[in-house]
């Protein structure tokens, strides 16, 4: 089955500065790649995804890249604010719209905004 | 968007009772949703997939028997503890798919802690 490795588990960063989440996988036929953001408490919300047709997607702040020949994905978030800070998961699954194909996620990146 | 809604987002029970958590597709249809159990500073662990009018999937090492799953209608799905014991404390998470919209994102409901005395 897929493996998600992701890195690092925690990261602190100064408000304004970049921060930037790797995740790799193992099953080369995955094709789907969520990112989500948990809040304490909370269950976990998307904030981008990409899929294997691209290299590169950018919302606002948030970038993804993906490398499929390498088999990892990685999260951009630019001029971070203290709101960003919550635990980040990343995700890879086959197609999705086999309902047999599931998530699996990497074990999550504490971010931590220092205003 | 697609919203996932669920319910209780607390719920303490003592130890030897039955907790049902309920996880509804407020604006959708889903035939398919997940249910997950997460432990504190941990990943998203996959318990089962929710089959709407069948049977639930479970995955290796989650009790069937102990975590009884119901897709009885396309909007809701139910997820009860039965015989809870203090080791059953965790924050369980459901998602549901959203097939129509063509993109098959998952969204997940906001959780439900569950403590057991």
């Known amino acids: 089955g897929e493996n998600v490795e992701q890195h690092p588990s925690t990261l602190s960063v100064q408000e304004g500065d970049s921060a930037v989440i790797k995740c790799t996988y193992s099953d080369s036929a995955s094709n789907y790649f969520p990112w989500y953001k948990q809040e304490l408490g909370k269950g976990p919300q998307l904030i981008i995804d990409i899929r294997s047709n691209v290299g590169e997607k950018k919302d606002q702040r948030i970038a993804v890249t993906l490398n499929k020949t390498a088999k990892h994905f990685s999260l951009h978030i630019t001029e971070t604010q203290p709101e960003d800070s919550a635990v980040y998961f990343c995700a890879a699954s086959r197609d999705l719209g086999n309902a047999g194909n599931m998530l699996t996620f990497g074990g999550g990146t504490r971010l931590m905004v220092k205003p | 968007g697609a919203v996932v809604s669920q319910h209780p987002s607390r719920v303490i029970c003592k130890s030897g009772t039955s907790v049902k958590i309920e996880c509804r597709s407020l604006d959708f249809q889903a035939t398919t949703m997940f249910w997950y159990r997460q432990f504190p500073k941990q990943s998203l662990m996959l318990m089962a997939t929710s089959n709407e009018g069948s049977k639930a999937t479970y995955e290796q090492g989650v009790e069937k028997d102990k975590f009884l799953i119901n897709h009885a209608s396309l909007t809701l799905s139910t997820l009860t503890v039965t015989s809870a014991h203090p080791e059953d404390s965790s924050f369980y998470i459901c998602?549901?798919?959203?097939?129509?919209?063509?993109?098959?994102?998952?969204?997940f409901g906001a959780g439900s802690r569950l403590t057991v005395l």
């Open positions: 998602s549901a798919r959203d097939g129509g919209t063509g993109a098959n994102v998952l969204t």
